[in-house]
């Protein structure tokens, strides 16, 4: 048999993925799964944005709605220092807010946009 040639060197990913430090947990009610913020990583960019709380849920991640631990996984892990956007919801009080946090993967710096 031929040897396999070994993959093009432009298909080797810049370093391990990286993500933005918040762990999640499933909560599942009825037939929906919703992932709520469990904890932020200490200096991580979810904690550097002030914005994310543990007890947020995590709606979407690029424009797509989160269905599972795993799509969100596939969704926020990516090369170091590019953007993400995440839309999450938080229930205070009486009302239900949602807001959209744009960050950097991997770095503590936080997007303005």
């Known amino acids: 048999a031929a040897p396999v040639p070994a993959p093009a060197a432009a298909s080797v990913p810049a370093g391990p993925p990286a993500g933005v430090g918040i762990v999640f947990k499933e909560s599942r009610r009825n037939s929906t ?5 469990k904890s932020l990583a200490p200096g991580g960019p979810a904690a550097a944005s002030g914005q994310i709380q ?3 849920i995590l709606l979407k ?11 969100a996984s596939q969704l926020i892990l990516g090369e170091r220092g590019s953007k993400i956007s995440m839309v999450f919801k938080r229930f205070a009080q009486d009302k239900v807010d949602r807001f959209t946090v744009h960050m950097l993967r991997g770095t503590a710096a936080i997007l303005n946009k």
């Open 33 to 37: 799964t919703a992932l709520v913020v």
């Open 54 to 56: 543990v007890g947020d």
């Open 61 to 71: 991640v690029g424009g797509k709605e989160i269905t599972s631990t795993e799509m």
